[in-house]
């Protein structure tokens, strides 16, 4: 059959092609068969996902290398058992939310771009996942932003979205070029881009030309890397572009954006963090990053309760979850991984559930605006069931997937046995509070109590656009009462994150 | 949006044809001298403005219409990725250099495997992306992105 | 040196200029001085362009020495059709802002709080 070495380029593959030959196809094709071309193929290269993971899952290495040159002279695509696990979440959120857009976005003209865009931004989001080259990944990582703020703009006629899409450009684009300024200083330091090959000559202090002082710029280089990956990702002296594009989106992709494409931005800062500079638990970086993630988490909660506009809302939301990933992955030890990169999981997963039932409800009803809305709970019973069900997971109410990550976390925190950790689990435990309270809030002004407008023509959603919101609040509640399987998933990546050397072996050896 | 005035014309009418031939050598010769697809494409690209400019979007539009560039701008992007597969099934790795355009000289215009292939898909859908950006840029009430 | 004086001007002009415009400007002036200094990476005292012409053909070795780096110009061929995309992209949002608008004062497109 397939060569296991193809299966990377063809899940890199298939969404360029298809984004590809969408332009073209647009105006000869129906709206309907362009939503189902670009179901089919993002439905293919979760196929290919799922068969990758299966392959790395036990700590074997796929490599392509590009066009046959070896490691450190030419590209090669890098799969271990972390990139896998990211990219399998990458792609099944991305999956389910073209299926549901296909029925959200029937109204809107202009389709054909909309879908070429969607697939050219799954293809950048896992060409960044999937590289084992730090120039590629930026690469990549353009390609899937440059997608993300055509697609935050994407309705021209409404004013909101240009705003939110020009400040997000920009403020990306600043974030990229301080990322290549980043890449660019490493290689002069030491004269390779290969991620592999980086580690290698970190380990062994052998830079190029003999550069004696390399060990100074060292942490600047990684401080702006962290700061670039972390405009992308949202962390909160630079997450102000997000809560408005969010909500400005159309919402199967802010349900992209904020369930996905925030994590990969994390995930760059994870690859470049463990495999790259080798940083051990206990490393004072990480303790900066962990507080970056607290201050973001207590930040964005709080701002989270004011807020008015359900997608808002869920913007900060995503904001906060983001500051527990971070706060997750800043512990380092084995557990404070699982925790953060189950985390990722749980959270794309209910983010993306969120954001599709709070689309339909705004695809129903055409308000945004929480305090006019009220007494949908009657009509609108399976919004109604996943909305609660991602709410309290998100809330980290206990048979929930929500806390099971949460308490992971915690209890690596606190099995370090510092004393500022305990104030940060403190922290964490608080905002979980905060959390329950703008759900809740949330629930309660939604769908209970009485409407201040006329909502009498108000009926369920499409069964289309309810299908991937029934199977990601599926997922929620197996993953919750089950988590072996969340555990199954997350422990291959763990390992292959913190003993990077089979990583690197095997890279440069192959 | 209206032409200018009939000195621009003038000057445009010569000047575009030796630019476009600039443009398709700079594409031709990438693997020799400096340039290639995306530099070539550019070139190609400023012929195109300068002619928008200098006449007009309708006279240009009824040369080059929206729908047409619009085909050809994805088919060039999708030839791109359809030569690099071919690589990848012949050559068993992605994007490899396989002697589909004979394995000549180094030196000679007809040599590098499939590089020249690139270079003029390359061209021809930078040049055509930055046409029909263009074309959205005048338009006044609906429009896309790049 | 000069990269870096680049690299403050452009961020001054993203972060305190106001026309829409001016911002687009800022961030070309970064991506272009952020290219410059990838170049600048690259340079060998007294080097040669990258590129293998007849009379170098047989003597390969003192070739490799004289060339300056081709791969910050291999990123920066990148990086700068990178920056023209977004260039591009960022142009086309402030015309349709334009159009909308009637203004390119960014502080009067305050409609977003936060």
Not at chain 1, 317 to 345: C, P, R
Not at chain 1, 403 to 422: C, D, N, Y
Not at chain 3, 25 to 39: A, P
Not at chain 3, 86 to 102: P, R, S, W
Request: glycine fraction near 10%; aromatic fraction near 12%; charged fraction near 10%.
């Amino acid at each position: 059959m397939i060569p296991s070495e193809w299966l990377p380029v063809a899940i890199i593959i298939t969404p360029l092609v298809t984004g590809f030959l969408l332009i073209p196809l647009g105006p000869y094709t129906s709206k309907k068969f362009q939503g189902f071309f670009a179901t089919i193929a993002s439905f293919l290269t979760f196929v290919f996902t799922v068969l990758l993971f299966l392959k790395v899952i036990d700590g074997t290495i796929v490599i392509h290398k590009m066009a046959g040159w070896k490691a450190p002279f030419g590209i090669v695509l890098v799969v271990d058992a972390l990139n896998g696990f990211v990219t399998m979440v990458v792609v099944g959120i991305v999956m389910l939310a073209t299926v549901y857009s296909i029925e959200y976005m029937k109204h809107d003209t202009g389709l054909s771009y909309y879908y070429s865009l969607l697939m050219l931004m799954l293809s950048g989001m896992v060409g960044v996942t999937l590289t084992g080259d730090l120039f590629n990944l930026f690469v990549f990582l353009e390609i899937a932003s440059i997608a993300a703020y055509g697609l935050v703009a994407f309705r021209l006629t409404e004013l909101d979205p240009l705003e939110a899409g020009f400040k997000y450009c920009i403020m990306g684009a600043v974030a990229t070029s301080f990322i290549l300024l980043a890449i660019g200083l490493l290689y002069g330091l030491l004269g390779t881009v290969n991620m592999a090959d980086m580690a290698e000559k970190l380990k062994t202090g052998n830079f190029l030309y003999g550069a004696k002082n390399g060990n100074i710029i060292l942490p600047i280089i990684l401080a702006v890397l962290i700061w670039g990956f972390g405009i992308k990702a949202a962390v909160v002296p630079m997450h102000t572009w997000l809560p408005d594009a969010h909500p400005a989106a159309p919402s199967p992709i802010s349900a992209i954006l904020s369930g996905v494409f925030i994590k990969v931005g994390v995930y760059a800062m994870i690859r470049v963090l463990f495999t790259i500079y080798g940083i051990q638990p206990g490393n004072c970086l990480l303790f900066y990053v962990m507080t970056f993630g607290v201050i973001t988490m207590v930040f964005a909660g709080f701002l989270a309760l004011a807020q008015s506009d359900v997608k808002r809302m869920l913007a900060f939301s995503s904001i906060m979850n983001i500051g527990y990933i971070l706060f997750g992955v800043g512990i380092g030890n084995f557990l404070g991984l699982v925790g953060g990169l189950f985390h990722l999981l749980n959270h794309a997963i209910l983010k993306a559930l969120l954001f599709l039932a709070a689309g339909s409800i705004i695809h129903q009803t055409g308000i945004r605006d929480m305090r006019q809305l009220g007494g949908l709970g009657r009509k609108m019973p399976i919004t109604l069931t996943v909305f609660v069900i991602g709410g309290f997971g998100i809330a980290g109410v206990p048979p929930l997937n929500g806390f099971v990550s949460k308490w992971i976390i915690f209890k690596a925190a606190i099995e370090t046995g510092q004393p500022i950790l305990i104030f940060y689990v403190v922290m964490g435990v608080v905002m979980s509070a905060v959390a329950v309270a703008y759900i809740v809030n949330a629930l309660r002004n939604i769908f209970f109590g009485e409407s201040k407008i006329d909502l009498e023509n108000v009926e369920e959603s499409p069964p289309l656009m309810l299908i991937p919101m029934v199977i990601l609040s599926a997922m929620v509640v197996i993953l919750g009462i089950f988590p072996q399987f969340g555990f199954n998933l997350v422990e291959p990546a763990v390992k292959a994150t913190v003993f990077p050397a089979s990583y690197i072996h095997q890279v440069l050896g192959g | 949006m209206e032409g200018m005035t009939v000195i621009v014309k003038t000057v445009t009418r010569i000047l575009a044809p030796v630019m476009f031939l600039v443009g398709i050598y700079v594409t031709l010769h990438g693997h020799l001298t400096p340039g290639g697809g995306f530099q070539g494409g550019v070139m190609l690209a400023g012929t195109f403005v300068m002619l928008l400019l200098a006449f007009g979007v309708a006279s240009l539009e009824k040369k080059v219409s929206f729908r047409v560039g619009e085909t050809v701008k994805g088919i060039g992007a999708a030839m791109i990725a359809f030569t690099a597969v071919v690589g990848l099934i012949f050559g068993f790795w992605f994007f490899k250099n396989i002697g589909v355009y004979w394995y000549g000289i180094p030196g000679e215009v007809f040599s590098a495997g499939s590089l020249p292939l690139y270079n003029i898909w390359e061209a021809a859908h930078v040049a055509l992306a930055f046409l029909v950006a263009f074309y959205c840029f005048t338009k006044k009430e609906s429009g896309d992105k790049k | 040196m000069i990269c870096m004086v680049l690299v403050a001007i452009s961020m001054y002009c993203i972060l305190c200029k106001r026309n829409l415009i001016k911002i687009v400007i800022g961030l070309t002036v970064l991506g272009d001085s952020i290219n410059l200094f990838l170049i600048c990476l690259g340079y060998k005292f007294g080097g040669i362009p990258p590129i293998i012409t007849e009379e170098y053909l047989r003597n390969l070795p003192v070739f490799f020495t004289l060339a300056v780096d081709p791969l910050p110009q291999a990123f920066v061929l990148t990086a700068i059709v990178i920056n023209m995309s977004i260039t591009a992209l960022a142009l086309a949002l402030a015309v349709k802002i334009y159009q909308y608008y009637g203004t390119l004062d960014a502080t009067k497109i305050r409609r977003l709080k936060g």
